[in-house]
């Protein structure tokens, strides 16, 4: 299971993070409690073992902006978080190299939209790395701490699963993390709110009982499986 716990803005707690066994760091550069400016995110991940991963990201920024950010800072991939249109996915790909690019679909669109919104980006795909799904708005396209309508969304998930690997984030914390596992069974899990004692500081024991619980959830797939 691929962990990563977004919206790290100190060094102490990429530390924390991934003391308490994350796969992945995220740092946000679109407008939030939890943003972080170039200085301070390539401190942090200059100072982080190469074998870390570290993920950038970015809301409706065009791909030659994100290259400039990430030829400064050594991230192992980025998030897209906002409304890239599909046709922009070979852009980013090219600007990016062979970074992993994570494209984020907020579900309640999907749900909307039918599939055919799901469908022009999963055409996309050799582009792309992974799909999150996620609870957010055009508003707000991250950070709800909203769970989004999980058993509605299985459709979807399925079909996502079949073109490349499914991220789920939106609301989770140690107590419905599994839940929400065992419904979509996703590759991987993000979250930023559910392991936070205040908007951009990490609580310890939150990220233990976090990754505990999906570690956990992942086991139990395995055996039921």
Known sequence: MW??????????DARAS???????????????????????????????????????VFV????????EIVSQIPFTGVQLHGDEPPELMK??????GGRQIIKTLHAADLLESGEEKLA?????????????????????PGGTGKPFAWEQVQPL???????????IAGGLDADNVGQAIAM?????????SGVEYEPG?????????????????????????
Not at 60 to 67: K, L
Request: glycine share 8%.
């Open 157 to 167: 998930a399925a079909k996502i699963r079949a073109a490349l690997p499914l991220i």
């Open 184 to 192: 979509l069974e996703p590759w991987g899990v993000d979250v930023v």
């Open 60 to 67: 409706d920024e065009h791909p030659r902006r994100v290259g």
């Open 120 to 140: 022009s980006y999963l055409a996309k795909g050799a582009y792309l790395d992974a799909i999150l799904l996620d609870s957010g708005s055009a508003d707000q």
């Open 91 to 96: 852009e980013f790909r090219q600007t990016l």
């Open 3 to 12: 962990i990563k716990i977004c919206g790290t803005t100190t060094m102490e």
């Open 201 to 225: 500081k990490k609580s310890t024991s939150k990220l233990r009982h976090f990754v505990a619980a999906a570690r956990q959830a992942e086991s139990s797939g395995k055996q039921s499986g």
């Open 18 to 56: 991934l003391a308490a066994g994350a796969s992945a760091l995220g740092f946000i550069f679109a407008p939030s409690p939890r943003q972080v400016d170039i200085a301070v995110a390539s401190d942090i991940v200059e100072s982080l073992s190469r074998d870390v991963e570290t993920v950038g």
